[in-house]
C-alpha cells in the first residue's frame, strides 16, 4: 500500500461496512489517523449522509454510498478540481453497466451525472490537512424524490448493479484518472468532462451563493474547471460557485 501522501502508484483497498453515519467523516478519521491514498470506504447504509452545501443526501440500501481518499502532493492541480475528476470516473464506471444502445449520460457542472435528463449520482468534497476526502452517492437501485429537480435510478432503466460491483469500476476509474490528473494536469481531465457532459449551448439556470439568478448557455469550461455561462450579449460569465439548471 501507499502510505498516505507518500510516492508510487495510487494503490486502492475497498473497505465495506453494513451501515455507519458518513463515509465521508470516517474517512476523514482515517486520513488523520495515516490512512492510504487510494483508500475506500462504502456502506450499504448511511444515517447521516451529506451533499454540496450542507443539504441531507438519502442513503437508502441498494444504492452506492462511498468515499475515498486522495493526498495532495507538491505540484498537483487545484485540490477542488478533483470533483471533475470524481464526476469523469463516475461517468465511466456508470457507462460500462450500460447496454451499448440505452439511455444517454451527461455531465452537469458543478458535479451531477445525469441519465436522460434526471439526476443519477452527487459528489461531496471535504479537506482534513492535506487529504481530500471525496463521496460519492449513485442511485443504482431507488431515487429520491427532489422538489427542486428530475431524478432517477439505474434500476429504473432495467439496470442491476450491485453497490460492491460499482465500488470496484470506481475504484479503477479513479485511479486511472487521478494518474491522469496528477501527470497530464487539469486540461486533459476538462478535455474528457467536455466530452461528456451535455451540448455547448444548452441553455442553463444559475443560482449564485450571493442569490443571483442568471440564464444562458453552456460554454464549456474555464482552464481552472469553471463553468463558463454563455450570455445574451455574447459575452461569457465565469462561474465558479452555484446551483446549476438545465432549463
Known amino acids: ?49 451529506r451533499g454540496r452545501q450542507g443539504r441531507d443526501w438519502s442513503s437508502p440500501s441498494g444504492n452506492f454510498h462511498g468515499s475515498t481518499l486522495v493526498w495532495l502532493r507538491p505540484g498537483d492541480p487545484m485540490a477542488a478540481t478533483l ?21 444517454r449520460l451527461a455531465l452537469k457542472w458543478p458535479n451531477d451525472l445525469l441519465i436522460d435528463g434526471a439526476k443519477l449520482s452527487g459528489i461531496l468534497l471535504e479537506r482534513t490537512g492535506n487529504a481530500i476526502v471525496i463521496g460519492m452517492g449513485i442511485n443504482l437501485a431507488s431515487a429520491p424524490n427532489l422538489s427542486d429537480r428530475a431524478t432517477a435510478a439505474l434500476g429504473d432503466h432495467g439496470v442491476a448493479v450491485p453497490p460492491a460491483e460499482m465500488q ?38 444559475a443560482r449564485l451563493p450571493d442569490g443571483q439568478v442568471l ?11 469553471a463553468l463558463r455561462l454563455g450570455l445574451a450579449d455574447g459575452s461569457s460569465h465565469v462561474i465558479h460557485a452555484g446551483d446549476i439548471f438545465l432549463v
Open 168 to 205: 470496484a469500476l470506481l475504484a479503477d476509474a479513479m485511479t486511472r484518472w487521478v494518474a491522469i490528473w496528477r501527470t497530464q494536469g487539469l486540461t486533459a481531465v476538462i478535455t474528457r468532462w467536455e466530452a461528456r457532459a451535455h451540448p455547448r449551448g444548452t441553455p442553463l439556470t
Open 215 to 225: 440564464t444562458g448557455t453552456f460554454d464549456g469550461l474555464a482552464s481552472d474547471g
Open 1 to 49: 500500500m501507499v502510505a498516505g501522501g507518500g510516492t508510487g502508484a495510487v494503490l486502492s483497498r475497498l473497505l465495506h461496512v453494513p451501515e455507519t453515519g458518513s463515509t465521508n467523516a470516517d474517512l476523514r478519521q482515517l486520513a488523520e489517523a495515516g490512512g492510504e491514498d487510494g483508500l475506500w470506504l462504502r456502506a450499504d447504509r448511511q444515517t447521516a449522509g
Open 83 to 103: 470533483a471533475l475528476v470524481a464526476a469523469v470516473a463516475i461517468e465511466e464506471a456508470v457507462r460500462a453497466c450500460l447496454p451499448e444502445v440505452g439511455p
